[in-house]
């Protein structure tokens, strides 16, 4: 399985974007779709998670700011980011999760920019 994330770019303090991650088969198979960030010299943080049986859940800074979708007919996830504030900038990577499976498949990622 192949996912491919688009939509990152530079975009000023309290602007948004968003973000998509398209897989190259059903993403029906993933228990877990979710997407992680890296900021400059930071390690990789869990940014959102959207698992079949439990829902969505978000760190705590982009809380009210983030939401992460998906759309099973486009076999793609997303994740709407608004009032993006400089702190978010960062490689932002999709993943996912198959049912009963312990092996996590990755996006390439794709840089967020914010501006202040």
């Known amino acids: 399985v192949q996912l491919v994330e688009s939509g990152g770019g530079l975009v000023q303090s309290g602007g948004s974007l968003r973000l998509s991650c398209a897989a190259s088969e059903t993403i029906g198979q993933f228990y877990t779709v979710g997407w992680f960030r890296q900021p400059p010299g930071k390690q990789r943080e869990l940014v959102s998670t959207l698992t079949s049986d439990t829902g969505a859940t978000y760190r705590d800074s982009v809380k009210d700011r983030f939401t992460i979708s998906k759309n099973n007919a486009e076999n793609t996830v997303y994740l709407q980011m608004n009032n993006l504030k400089p702190e978010d900038t960062a490689v932002y990577y999709c993943?996912?999760?198959?049912?009963?499976?312990?092996?996590?498949?990755w996006g390439q990622g794709t840089q967020v920019t914010v501006s202040s």
């Open positions: 993943y996912g999760r198959p049912w009963g499976s312990n092996i996590d498949y």
